[in-house]
């Protein structure tokens, strides 16, 4: 087959979905006849790695901080743009999909624990409510109740357990994070064992075996001028030299700010903690872990241009080994990141999904869209060079969720419609697409299921024949890709109408998934428009409900079915007058111990049979109850 005819053919998949001014540049692509045309045209380039230096001098860090700080940026016609420090949220191979006794927190990469707001050990729950966590001696259910509460020393955000009957919380005062780790192989008497206290705020932690790895960001001014960030524990203070702080030499933003890695072991309270710190610039930092390395993500734009459509990404790699971290590699890649799951590592290869973007030929004038966004998988080594890419794929659209699984990456990108691509990454430096799938609205979340089926979260789409398109209800879908040549979408359920959210849609921890009993469960914020009512497709339903929807998986038929609903919720009629006053009853995480199942607000612990669904009990979680 001719050069030509393969440009062409790869063209006319993208042709029926693209806007005007894409397929005009499609067309020149065609005629052009190159399969470098892409790559070329819009500007994406191999980077070469780059890598980090150290501050010989605090002289040093100011004379970096004046002579970096760019002019200012431009947008879409060149007026002036302002990014803030917008921290992402931390948002590979199988997640984890149940055990025959309980269920884990639904994480990226197995073996590599994140950190959330409840967990269990397969007899107790604990759980944040307010300003403390709450124990539940919760299994079995016939005797469960409260046993003790832990008084904190700042606002809890998120904790750790771990089977050596420690419980890792970590919290946030005014200008430093807390992590307090204590000892709970008495439930009933649970005693501080040791605390650090990190500078700043905090970004994202994982666990992996007895370490915990926590990124903490910190501003490098205050008013009295260049600030260094510290670790203090209860036995000693670590302050950060700053012959120790990496920098990019290359970087140039608005605003600088520390990313300081703290590695302490949980099990060993003498144990001095290791520290490694970066400063950073960018709007964005995603983090990454696999079980040999952290990863930071962080925007980066040239300087040359300083066009907010110019974005690029810089990625920092640091080794990572029973407590120890250390720098190793630096990297550039084009586009920007949708979050964690866009990163993943196997085998030493590192797998990153973007969205870039490229001007199109036609004037502003003519065209309403002059920049357009493509979509790119790049594979790097170890040094963070690129070995392997495959770049400009759905022109017009952006990556609305990404996940690797084994030596495959699959691709939900969005623009009216809501194609799944299938990307063989079998030979790092020659990776291609197999196959794609183009159905109406998008997934927000991807999870690998048993049987070669992909469980897909979204939102359902109502498209018009102009630029326009609404979000409807949330999309539950199940994606065959045992012939990843040619995906299908054996189910599809829309829930509620426009206006109807899940937590599940942003974070994964959310979800719950155990293919061992068939088994999904995600939260629901259920919007509907009244009954004989002719709504527009941009009119919001109203909020009528909020619980868990528990559906039945079945990855031999590929099918969903809806067993059923739990709701906190006692008065609907008051809560549909006023939804928001009853946040606190809201269901945001559920788990399940044996054959029960625990869902979880911030008001109740409620449990039900697993098997019919049945109502068990509950137990009041608010300062008072018992």
């Known amino acids: 087959m001719s050069v030509f005819t393969k440009v062409r053919n790869r063209l006319r998949v993208f042709h029926h979905r693209a806007t005007p001014s894409v397929r005009v540049l499609l067309i020149l692509a065609t005629i052009l006849g190159s399969t470098a045309f892409l790559g070329f045209y819009f500007g994406f380039e191999n980077s070469p790695p780059i890598q980090l ?6 002289i040093a860090l100011t004379n970096f901080l004046e002579n970096h700080h760019p002019p200012p ?40 624990d994140e950190p959330d707001s409840v967990k269990t050990d397969g007899k107790f729950i604990y759980t944040i409510v307010e300003e403390e966590i709450v124990v539940v001696d919760a299994y079995p259910p016939e005797t469960a109740k409260i046993i003790s509460r832990i008084q904190l020393s700042g606002s809890p955000l998120a904790l750790f357990i771990h089977t050596s009957s420690k419980i890792v919380i970590i919290e946030q005062n005014v200008g430093e994070v807390i992590i307090e780790i204590f000892d709970t192989s008495n439930p009933e008497e649970i005693t501080l064992d040791f605390w650090l206290k990190l500078t700043g ?21 205050d ?88 974005k690029k990404t810089a990625i920092h790699r640091f080794q990572i080994n029973a407590g120890d971290v250390s720098y190793k590699a630096s990297g550039i890649i084009p586009g920007y990141l949708i979050n964690q799951f866009a990163l993943d590592e196997a085998q030493a290869y590192l797998r990153v999904a973007t969205t870039s973007w490229f001007q199109t030929l036609l004037t502003p004038e ?12 790049y594979i790097l080594d170890m040094n963070m060079k690129i ?106 359920l829309i829930i509620g109408d426009r206006g109807t959210e899940s937590e599940a849609l942003y974070d994964h921890k959310a979800v719950l998934v155990d293919t061992n009993r068939n088994l999904l469960v995600i939260p629901i914020c259920l919007a509907e428009h009244p009954e004989g009512s002719t709504p527009e497709p941009y009119d919001h339903g109203d909020i009528v409900w909020q619980g868990a929807y528990i559906f039945k998986l079945n990855t031999t038929s590929g099918q969903i079915e809806l ?37 979880i607000s911030q008001q109740t612990l409620m449990y039900h049979s697993l098997s019919n669904l049945n109502y068990i009990g509950e137990i009041q979680l608010t300062s008072g109850s018992v």
Request: with cysteine.
């Open 563 to 599: 067993r059923g609903e739990i709701t906190h919720l006692e008065d609907l009629e008051a809560f549909q007058e006023d939804w928001w006053d009853f946040r606190d009853f809201f269901i945001s995480r559920t788990l399940f111990i044996g054959d029960v199942l625990y869902t």
């Open 387 to 492: 070995v392997g890419k495959v770049e400009g794929l759905a022109p017009g659209e952006t990556i609305y969720s990404a996940r690797f699984v084994g030596t495959t990456a699959y691709l939900v990108t969005f623009y009216k419609t809501d194609p799944l691509f299938i990307i063989d990454l079998t030979l790092p430096q020659h990776p291609k697409l197999l196959g794609e799938l183009v159905i109406p609205g998008y997934s927000d979340y991807l999870h690998p299921l048993d049987n070669g089926f992909l469980l897909g979260l979204g939102k359902d789409v109502i498209a018009s024949e102009t630029e326009q398109w609404w979000y409807q209800g949330v999309k539950v879908s199940l994606f065959n890709i045992t012939n990843p040549i040619q995906p299908e979408e054996t189910e599809r």
């Open 223 to 310: 008013d009295q001028g260049i600030a260094l960030p510290f670790v203090e524990t209860s036995k000693s203070y670590y302050p950060v030299p700053v012959e120790n702080i990496y920098y990019d030499p290359g970087a140039y933003d608005y605003g600088f700010n520390y990313k300081m890695i703290v590695c302490f072991d949980i099990t060993d309270s003498e144990a001095d903690p290791d520290i490694e710190t970066i400063l950073v610039g960018g709007s964005t930092c995603t983090l990454y872990s696999s079980l040999n390395n952290i990863y930071l993500a962080v925007s980066r734009y040239p300087l040359l241009t300083r066009s907010a459509f110019d």
């Open 53 to 58: 230096q150290r501050f010989s001098s605090s």
């Open 366 to 377: 003519l065209d309403t869209r002059p920049w357009i966004e493509v979509s790119n998988v």
């Open 73 to 112: 940026m431009t947008g879409l016609w060149g007026e002036q743009l302002i990014l803030g420090q917008i921290e992402s949220t931390p948002r590979s191979d199988y997640s984890f999909t149940g055990t025959s006794g309980y269920s884990t927190t639904n994480v990226q990469t197995e073996g590599v």
């Open 201 to 221: 705020y905090y970004h994202g932690a994982r666990m992996i075996g007895q370490y915990v790895y926590l990124i903490a960001h910190s501003y490098v001014q």
